[in-house]
């Protein structure tokens, strides 16, 4: 695949250390947001912040600064003519990661597993991605924004099959603990390539493809961004060993989980006619009477007679409720 542009590649054998800090960065983030959703899942924390607004917009943001890279390292490897071995050894590897995540999550979470996450994403999105290496730069810059645009346009149910949720078309939500489909995150790594074939000829002999990492902490990160599969594959089984320890010996925090019960609680109350405003008071009243009465985390399930006590807690909870929140 000769280039339609001349980008200039790194020299055999030659990294940029710029870019192994910047994919060291974002190693650094994703363990850092992986931790956050561990306590939360432990219930180490009172919620898990990874599943918050904030939680969520962070995931975004590191999974598209990979991808971004994704698309810049293609052009670097490859953008004076395609280096098959390596790419396709590269290939193998993420591929074979992928596949592990997906045994792996498919024990471990066989209702939330993993079968189309952001190692999945990656290895499709280098495969997918490789010819635009070579076409005219505005033929991939309209392509990224065609792709990420698509999941607002071309959405459709028919498309929410589970046979087509890597695509990212449907409307619904599949129940996995990582999903990164091709739409719209395929046009991330075009993005990259495009802003690779745009900023490479001038950033080749610039001071940043020459600057190397001399103190300890940027060489750590470097060094991480040089094996960062390897980093990823052995983080979180790290970090949940770490934490499923501190679990054992602390036991789990004991306000954990109580947002959720309190949201979850007034919702069906609503639902099956409550007030909403009893609702949310009764919510408050029942988590508190739970935890004083000692049925409040012991995760094991209630009894016969223990859930006859929280439900009697509850109903007296809701009855209190109503003559309070009702109007004078």
Known sequence: MPASSPSIPPPPGRRIDALDLARGAALAAMATYHGLWDLGFLQLTPQNLALTPPGRVAAHLIAGSFL???????????GGGVRWRPF????????????????????????????????????????????????????TALAAAAVMLAPQVVAHPLLDAPALYFLGLGRGLPDTNDWVPLFPWFGVVLAGIALARIAGPRLAGSAIARWRARNGAARGAVLAG?????????????????FTGLVTLTGPHPKAGLA?????Y????????GEPQACRIAARCTADALRREGLWGSGKPYSAEQRARAQSLSQLCYEAAEGTAAPP
């Open 226 to 242: 040089r094996h960062s599969l390897a980093v990823y594959l052995v983080h979180q089984p790290v970090l949940l060993a770490l």
């Open 260 to 264: 959720g019960f309190r949201k979850d």
């Open 68 to 78: 971004l890279l994704v698309g810049i390292g293609l052009v670097l490897a490859n």
């Open 266 to 273: 007034a919702a069906n109350c609503t639902r099956t006619g």
């Open 88 to 139: 396709l050894w590269r290939l193998a590897r993420i591929g074979g990661a992928a596949l592990l995540i997906t045994a792996a999550t498919r024990i471990a979470f066989p209702q939330s597993y993993i079968f189309f996450g952001i190692l999945h994403c990656i290895a499709a999105s280098s495969l997918l991605g490789l010819p635009f290496v070579f076409l005219p730069v505005p033929v």
